[in-house]
Every structure is written in C-alpha cells, then in structure tokens.
C-alpha cells in the first residue's frame, strides 16, 4: 500500500465506502445483526488498510516538550494523509475478511460451537457481495 495520486481506484475505494455505509443503515432499521457486523467490521478493515503506519523511531529532540514529551502543537498538528489503496489491494482487504471468517467458522465447528459458525458464514456471505464491487 502506498501513496497514490487521486485516481480511479479512490473512486473505487469512495464508492464502496457510500454503498456499505448505505447498506449498513438498511441493515440496521431491519435489525439484521449479522449484516451489521460484516458491514462495520469491513468498513473498520478498509479503515485499518488505510492508516498511515507509526515511526519506528522518535528522535531524540523531540522528546524535548514544555509539557508533553514528544507532543505536537497546533490544531492539525498531528493530521497526516491516509494511504490511497489500489483495487488490487482493496480486494485484499475483502478477500481476507471472508477468509478470516471462515477459517475462524472452522474453528468453532472444531469446539462443537455450531451457531457460531454458521454466524460467521452468514457474515462471510454478506461480505462477498462486496467482492464483485472492488
């Protein structure tokens, strides 16, 4: 993932971000509990994909603060851009969710936790409605 000018894959990312939002509100005047949680928790990956990774290392002087070590001032300060992801990478994000899922559905059927399972398939399903959308 990388920095990427404003392209086709940010109209990608933006319009599936309007559609699941879209659906998660349907979702939740139906009080369909599955739905909602496949649709926050992809929402919240995309979100994840996107964050900006921390620095490995603080130098030194700026550790030298009047009330904070290592504080930044002013309003933005500490604002910084969001990775741009490309359609590959979006697809990722989706194609893991689903995996994820269905490894963890797998592991519940181990422990005899069948409800479980099949709540985590119903939300792998959901998930792949967005799959054709990436």
Do not use: C, N, W
């Not at 926050?40 to 990774?53: H, I, T």
């Not at 994000?93 to 899922?101: A, K, W």
């Not at 059927?109 to 959308?133: H, K």
């Amino acid at each position: 993932m990388s920095p990427l000018p404003e392209d086709e894959s940010d109209d990608v990312l933006t319009e599936l971000r309007a559609r699941l939002r879209s659906d998660l509100k349907t979702a939740m005047k139906a009080r369909s509990g599955v739905d909602v949680a496949a649709i926050r928790s992809l929402l919240a990956a995309l979100d994840d994909a996107q964050a900006v990774p921390a620095p490995a290392h603080v130098p030194a002087s700026s550790l030298a603060g009047e009330h904070v070590a290592g504080a930044s001032v002013g309003v933005g300060s500490t604002e910084v851009a969001r990775l741009e992801l490309t359609e590959a990478e979006i697809a990722l994000v989706v194609d893991g969710q689903i995996e994820e899922r269905r490894a963890a559905a797998t592991t519940f059927d181990a422990v005899d936790q069948p409800d479980a399972a099949e709540r985590l398939r119903a939300e792998a399903r959901v998930i792949e409605g967005y799959r054709t959308a990436t």
